[in-house]
């Protein structure tokens, strides 16, 4: 199946959709100490898509100083990374230059020291797929770092799910030319739309407000 029969050459986000941005934060970005090669260029990008969303999900590592995936000769690969976004340093803020609504909601990960979490559907402390499914959201646009880790365990995970995915391809960048090729052709044989962000419009829908002008919650019938 050809890009324009899966997806359509213009994508029109409404009431339905959220965009997720994938870590990115300062350790992925240059300078880093897990830089991703112009990591920072995802973020102008992704800072036009925000006005196209009503619904934001911005994920991070949260990683405890002696995280299991640390080493001190890393490497580069699961199990062996170099000390990375560590909770409280500046390598774990977002990118400086990236913008967040207000009302975004942020997902830490990797938070427990024994365990890697390349994903935000895989928090325990959060469903972020039950948040999703019960404000009736049904598909998904993922940007941000690295995409052959974060981003592709993240597009996986909201395929499983039951989120209609698509991936914008000039908003992420790759660790490896040979495992992001990898990324992509496993992405695209599972059902990824992968798109660019100016194939992505604003429809101008959005979802009704939760609560009504004096405040009282709003309860929808399913």
Not at 57 to 76: E, G, K, M
Not at 165 to 191: H, K, N
Request: charged share 25%; net charge negative; glycine share 10%.
């Amino acid at each position: 199946m050809t890009f324009e029969e899966n997806c359509g050459e213009t994508t029109l986000t409404g009431a339905r959709d959220a965009l997720i941005v994938v870590d990115v934060q300062d350790d992925f970005c240059p300078g880093g100490s897990l830089a991703v090669e112009r990591g920072d260029e995802v973020i102008p990008v992704v800072n036009r898509l925000i006005p196209s969303f009503g619904r934001w999900i911005y994920t991070r590592d949260w990683h405890p100083a002696n995280h299991v995936s640390f080493s001190d000769q890393p490497l580069f690969r699961d199990g062996s990374w170099p000390p990375h976004a560590v909770q409280g340093t500046r390598g774990a803020e977002f990118c400086r230059g990236l913008d967040m609504p207000m009302n975004a909601i942020l997902v830490s990960k990797g938070h427990d020291p024994e365990r890697e979490t390349y994903s935000g559907f895989q928090v325990d402390r959060l469903d972020l797929a039950g948040y999703l499914h019960a404000r009736k959201v049904t598909r998904v646009f993922i940007t941000g770092l690295a995409t052959d880790y974060c981003v592709r365990q993240t597009c996986l995970d909201a395929l499983s799910r039951g989120f209609q995915v698509y991936l914008v391809e000039d908003a992420i960048r790759g660790v490896a030319p040979d495992s992001t090729a990898g990324a992509f052709a496993e992405l695209t044989a599972a059902g990824v739309c992968r798109v660019f962000s100016h194939q992505i419009r604003d429809s101008g829908e959005r979802a009704v407000a939760p609560y009504d002008e004096h405040g009282n919650p709003i309860y929808e019938d399913e």
